[in-house]
């Protein structure tokens, strides 16, 4: 029989890649007393969940260039962008280079030919041809989701 206290590591691990996934983007934050935060996720600590917010507005409709929110009061941090789709630009990086695109979804990384990683974010590893043609697929595939309205 396996305890609960086996899991707990890797369910701390999980928790923690999760609310890292939220950095550096738009979410909402609940608080026990009704008010709500909404603003991009600068940083958090996760003992606490304290979080500071950029570029905040509140639901009366008021802004504030930072908001430090006392994580003893949340009761819940919602997503409000839509997340960016690893899966379409790995499909799209995969007809320039069939069989040697590798999707890690958990890491949110995608790799090209083990030798240039790319992020949400863009290019985060590697260099050379191979990487300058994966950086001009990748900002095309921003632009088309600026256009279609999907960032």
């Not at 863009?122 to 001009?136: C, F, H, L, W």
Request: glycine share 8%; net charge neutral.
């Amino acid at each position: 029989m396996i305890s609960v206290s086996t899991f707990q590591p890797l369910a701390s691990r999980r928790f923690s890649t999760e609310l890292s996934s939220l950095l550096d983007k738009m979410v909402r934050v609940s608080m026990v007393n009704g008010t709500t935060y909404e603003g991009r996720l600068l940083a958090f600590d996760q003992n606490s969940l304290n979080m500071i917010l950029a570029n905040a507005r509140d639901h009366q409709g008021g802004t504030y260039a930072r908001v430090l929110i006392n994580g003893h009061y949340v009761t819940q941090v919602l997503r409000i962008e839509e997340p960016f789709d690893l899966r379409g630009l790995a499909e799209l990086l995969e007809k320039s280079f069939p069989n040697m695109v590798v999707l890690h979804e958990d890491a949110g990384v995608i790799t090209v030919m083990d030798r240039v990683r790319v992020s949400e974010s863009g290019i985060i590893e590697g260099s050379g041809p191979v990487a300058e043609r994966v950086k001009r697929i990748f900002d095309e595939f921003i632009t088309s989701r600026q256009v279609q309205g999907k960032t």
